[in-house]
T-cell receptor, first 117, second 111 residues
Framework: GENVEQHPSTLSVQEGDSAVIKCTYSDSASNYFPWYKQELGKRPQLIIDIRSNVGEKKDQRIAVTLNKTAKHFSLHITETQPEDSAVYFCAASISSAGGTSYGKLTFGQGTILTVHP | KAGVTQTPRYLIKTRGQQVTLSCSPISGHRSVSWYQQTPGQGLQFLFEYFSETQRNKGNFPGRFSGRQFSNSRSEMNVSTLELGDSALYLC??????????FGPGTRLLVL
């Protein structure tokens, strides 16, 4: 089955710095890669996602890049703010060739991001 | 649209008991997936239901089961509870695209 490795497990940055979290996946059939942010005591919230037909996607201060050949994808947060402090999870899933998207997400172990003011 | 809801939010049970958790997806969503979140194992996929049928299953023992009703609401059941079943149980609702929206979770403590 799919296996997703996420690094680093903890990341500490100063406000205004950039943060990068990296994930690798094992199943070349995976073609959908979301990133979730989970604040303490709250539910995971989708912050950005990318599909395998795209190499990069940006949304304001957040960007995700995907390298299908190397089977890795990364989350980039620029101009970090204290409210970015949370646990970030990458995940991977498969949509069938017929277009059916399945609800099975395989998650990385999570990265605790701390942004110091 | 209303978000994903889960009941109850907190549960305390003792070993050997069974428990049933409920999830109501976003209106119009037909897929409900269940995940177990623990500090040691992270987020692990339990199973997915789509149109009242189990479509995917993770690597959990048969004590973990689920079902989905015609209105897409889903329940999961854990029988013969063990201490290691203490966790946050999250359900996620999905429409025709890949995006999954999580509920607030049910925190289960097994004593």
């Amino acid at each position: 089955g799919e296996n997703v490795e996420q690094h680093p497990s903890t990341l500490s940055v100063q406000e205004g710095d950039s943060a990068v979290i990296k994930c690798t996946y094992s199943d070349s059939a995976s073609n959908y890669f979301p990133w979730y942010k989970q604040e303490l005591g709250k539910r995971p919230q989708l912050i950005i996602d990318i599909r395998s037909n795209v190499g990069e996607k940006k949304d304001q201060r957040i960007a995700v890049t995907l390298n299908k050949t190397a089977k890795h994808f990364s989350l980039h947060i620029t101009e970090t703010q204290p409210e970015d402090s949370a646990v970030y999870f990458c995940a991977a899933s498969i949509s069938s060739a017929g277009g059916t998207s399945y609800g099975k997400l395989t998650f990385g172990q999570g990265t605790i991001l701390t942004v110091h003011p | 649209k209303a978000g994903v809801t889960q009941t109850p939010r907190y549960l305390i049970k003792t070993r050997g008991q069974q428990v049933t958790l409920s999830c109501s997806p976003i209106s119009g969503h037909r897929s409900v997936s269940w995940y177990q979140q623990t500090p040691g194992q992270g987020l692990q996929f339990l199973f997915e239901y789509f149109s009242e049928t189990q479509r995917n299953k993770g690597n959990f023992p048969g004590r973990f089961s689920g079902r989905q009703f015609s209105n897409s609401r889903s329940e999961m059941n854990v029988s013969t509870l063990e201490l290691g079943d203490s966790a946050l149980y999250l359900c996620a609702s999905k429409g025709p695209l890949e995006t999954q929206y999580f509920g607030p979770g049910t925190r289960l403590l097994v004593l």
